[in-house]
C-alpha cells in the first residue's frame, strides 16, 4: 500500500466518501493508505473459496458473509476493505457499508500488504472489537488465526499448517479446510505423480 498525498491532517469518514469511486482507498486511524493494484490469482481464489464456504454454511442463518470491496466503517477515521467478513447483526449492514465490527474478518496475505495486515489492521481490528481475525498466506500455505480473549485482546494467535482445517468460533459447527483453499492433496492422500522423464 502506498500512503496518499498529506492534503489534510487526518482523513475522515466524510472524506472517504467523496472520493473518485475508481479508486479504492482505506483509512487508518485517519490516514490513507491506497489499495494495491488487483491482486493476484492466488489472492482472488483463496478469498473467493474462503467466500464461496461461508456463504454455503450461512445459508438461511442470521449471519451474513461479504467479500471486497465492501466498505467496513470501524470508526470516523478506520475504514476498511477486508477481503471477507461474516456480520452477524443485521443492523450492521446499510445500503452502503457495514456500520461497526464484523465477527469475522479474514485478510489473504499480498508482498505488498503482509506487514499492514499483520501489524496495522491486526491492531485495528482488536481496538475496533472484531471476535476473529484469519489471515491466510496464500503462496506460503499457511494462516494464523487471532481470537480475542476476555480481555478483548488477540494475542500471538494461532498457526494453522496447509494439511488442518480452521475452526472458527464465531461460526459454530465450521472449519475452513486449508488445502482446500490451496489446491492441495487432502491429508494422508498421495500426490499424482509428475511427468516422467
Given at each position: 500500500m502506498i500512503a496518499a498525498p498529506a492534503l489534510s491532517p487526518r482523513f475522515s469518514w466524510d472524506d472517504y466518501r467523496r472520493w473518485p469511486d475508481g479508486e479504492r482507498w482505506e483509512l487508518i486511524d485517519g490516514q490513507a493508505w491506497a489499495m494495491a493494484p488487483a491482486p493476484s490469482i492466488s489472492h482472488q481464489t483463496v478469498a473467493g473459496r474462503c467466500y464461496a464456504r461461508l456463504e454455503r454454511h450461512l445459508n438461511g442463518k442470521p449471519c451474513r458473509p461479504f467479500i471486497a470491496p465492501t466498505d467496513v466503517k470501524l470508526s470516523e477515521f478506520?475504514?476498511?476493505?477486508?477481503?471477507?467478513?461474516?456480520?452477524?447483526?443485521?443492523?450492521?449492514?446499510?445500503?452502503?457499508?457495514?456500520?461497526g465490527a464484523p465477527e469475522?474478518?479474514?485478510?489473504?496475505?499480498?508482498?505488498?500488504?503482509?506487514?499492514?495486515?499483520?501489524?496495522?489492521?491486526?491492531?485495528?481490528?482488536?481496538?475496533?472489537?472484531?471476535?476473529?481475525?484469519?489471515?491466510?498466506?496464500?503462496?506460503?500455505?499457511?494462516?494464523v488465526r487471532f481470537r480475542r480473549d476476555d480481555l478483548g485482546r488477540f494475542g500471538e494467535g494461532a498457526v494453522i499448517a496447509a494439511e488442518e482445517a480452521v475452526a472458527l468460533a464465531t461460526?459454530?459447527?465450521?472449519?475452513?479446510?486449508?488445502?482446500?483453499?490451496?489446491?492441495?492433496?487432502?491429508?494422508?492422500?498421495?500426490?499424482?505423480?509428475?511427468?516422467?522423464?
Open positions: 478506520d475504514v476498511v476493505q477486508p477481503d471477507v467478513l461474516v456480520v452477524c447483526d443485521p443492523t450492521k449492514v446499510t445500503q452502503t457499508h457495514i456500520e469475522l474478518v479474514i485478510e489473504v496475505l499480498s508482498p505488498h500488504t503482509a506487514a499492514r495486515d499483520l501489524r496495522d489492521k491486526k491492531a485495528l481490528y482488536e481496538r475496533a472489537g472484531v471476535r476473529e481475525y484469519l489471515v491466510i498466506d496464500p503462496l506460503e500455505h499457511y494462516a461460526l459454530e459447527g465450521f472449519a475452513l479446510p486449508l488445502w482446500e483453499l490451496f489446491d492441495l492433496p487432502a491429508p494422508g492422500k498421495p500426490q499424482s505423480p509428475g511427468p516422467l522423464g
